[in-house]
Every structure is written in C-alpha cells, then in structure tokens.
C-alpha cells in the first residue's frame, strides 16, 4: 500500500503519548511500500512539537530526520531541508519552507515583517527584505 499520512500520525509517532496509537502508527508505516508525506504535513508537525508540546528546535530537527531517514518515506527534499535549515539556525522550520518554494516558484526575494526570519534566510544567502 501506498500511504499519505496525516499531522496526527507523524505525531503519535514521535510523542508516544499513546502507546497503542503509536503501535499502530509505526506498524503502518513499516508495512507500507511507500509514504508520502507533505511538506504541510512536516510544517504542522514542528509547530505543535514547538507549540503544544514545547519540544526544543534541535529536536524537532532531530525527529524529522529520524522520519526522513526512514526507508519508504517520500516528500519534497529539497524544501524539507531549507525548513530543517532554519530550525538549525533558531528559526521556523515553515519559514524555510516559505522561502524555498517561494524561490521554486521564481521569487528572487524573501520578504517578512519577521526580522528574524529575515535574518536567518539573508544569513543562509538569500536575498531578503523586512517590511515596516
């Protein structure tokens, strides 16, 4: 079977606040062929990690790529690294995601009123512009 997993099941994975639910989210997704999971999907997890169950940046990252590491798990790279990117540097991991497909689509330019998330995307090289 060929799999797109919903916020909620990445989550039982990692926070195991339901062993039972966890069982079953790890049962399924070794027994699938292939798993799709949306770039959305990665963007909502690392907000509840960080919102609702006050999990450090450096884990979110860590549990992504625990995810990304497993053998049938498909997803956009490319803009997984860029969030996972910002995460590394203290940021949003949706703001990397942002930027990047932003810059896919054929922006050349990052433009936020967050002075953080401009200075991290400038300090990774991009081209960025904080409105007041």
Not at 54 to 72: E, G, H, M, Y
Not at 79 to 87: N, Y
């Amino acid at each position: 079977m060929k799999i797109s997993l919903d916020t909620n099941v990445l989550l039982r994975l990692i926070v195991g606040d339901d062993q039972a639910q966890q069982r079953t989210a790890t049962d399924t997704l070794q027994n699938a062929e292939l798993v799709a999971i949306s770039v959305h999907a990665f963007c909502e997890f690392a907000w509840v990690l960080n919102r609702s169950y006050q999990v450090a940046k450096p884990d979110i990252a860590t549990a992504i790529r625990r995810i990304l590491d497993t053998r049938n798990v498909v997803t956009n790279r490319p803009a997984v690294e860029t969030g996972l990117a910002m995460l590394d540097a203290g940021g949003d991991f949706a703001d990397g995601v942002i930027a990047y497909e932003g810059q896919w689509l054929g922006a050349d330019t990052f433009v936020s009123f967050d002075k953080k998330a401009t200075k991290l995307m400038k300090e990774q090289g991009a081209t960025t512009l904080l409105l007041k």
